[in-house]
T-cell receptor
Framework: DAKTTQPNSMESNEEEPVHLPCNHS???????IHWYRQLPSQGPEYVIHGLTSNVNNRMASLAIAEDRKSSTLILHRATLRDAAVYYCILTYRGGSNYKLTFGKGTLLTVNP | SAVISQKPSRDICQRGTSLTIQCQVDSQVTMMFWYRQQPGQSLTLIATANQGSEATYESGFVIDKFPISRPNLTFSTLTVSNMSPEDSSIYLC???????????FGSGTRLTVV
């Protein structure tokens, strides 16, 4: 599986935007970029995913570099409930039922 | 999205014993996935369980230690056998929700082996 690199930790203030970076320089043309987050004492939660184009949903936005070697998860207004570990994961999507391989992720701290 | 019920939510077990963890999904799914999260670590995939066939185990995990059952399209169990303190972890099951929804995870089973 292609690897991703994320900062170990980031800090933000409540109600400010947060940009969580992810480098994936060895990404292949068939790899999708997925983001999950894990709140304290909970299982991971799907956030967003994309292939080439930027994506928006109710939780976040995903900005994908033109060469696809990096991406950024954007939380438009951080809240205290957004404090979690955020995982950037590449998955081969030749069909359904792909596997998720979790790295260490980025621990996001949100200050009131 | 699917709702996953995982039982038990936590347990404290004696070394040498076995614990069976149940995962119930409120909709039919082709594959179910079992993960382990050791203290302070990220998630590691243990195996993939397809209904009607043997589970597929990842490197480092074996059927004798982590037998899995998948009797129907909404249910699976993971057994942690002959437990040692090193098996103390959170065990999570997961299902895929389709291309637009990603995976859904259960809330996990926190296992402590003493």
């Amino acid at each position: 599986d292609a690897k991703t690199t994320q900062p170990n930790s980031m800090e933000s203030n409540e109600e400010e935007p947060v940009h969580l970076p992810c480098n994936h320089s060895t990404i292949s043309g068939t790899d999708y970029i997925h983001w999950y987050r894990q709140l304290p004492s909970q299982g991971p939660e799907y956030v967003i995913h994309g292939l080439t184009s930027n994506v928006n949903n109710r939780m976040a936005s995903l900005a994908i570099a033109e060469d696809r070697k990096s991406s950024t998860l954007i939380l438009h207004r951080a809240t205290l409930r957004d404090a979690a570990v955020y995982y950037c994961i590449l998955t081969y999507r030749g069909g359904s039922n792909y596997k998720l391989t979790f790295g260490k992720g980025t621990l996001l701290t949100v200050n009131p | 999205s699917a709702v996953i019920s995982q039982k038990p939510s936590r347990d404290i077990c004696q070394r040498g014993t076995s614990l069976t963890i149940q995962c119930q999904v409120d909709s039919q799914v082709t594959m179910m996935f079992w993960y382990r999260q050791q203290p302070g670590q990220s998630l590691t995939l243990i195996a993939t369980a397809n209904q009607g066939s043997e589970a597929t185990y990842e490197s480092g995990f074996v059927i004798d230690k982590f037998p899995i059952s998948r009797p129907n399209l909404t249910f699976s169990t993971l057994t942690v056998s002959n437990m040692s303190p090193e098996d103390s972890s959170i065990y999570l099951c997961s299902v895929e929700q389709g291309i637009n929804y990603g995976y859904t995870f259960g809330s996990g089973t926190r296992l402590t082996v003493v």
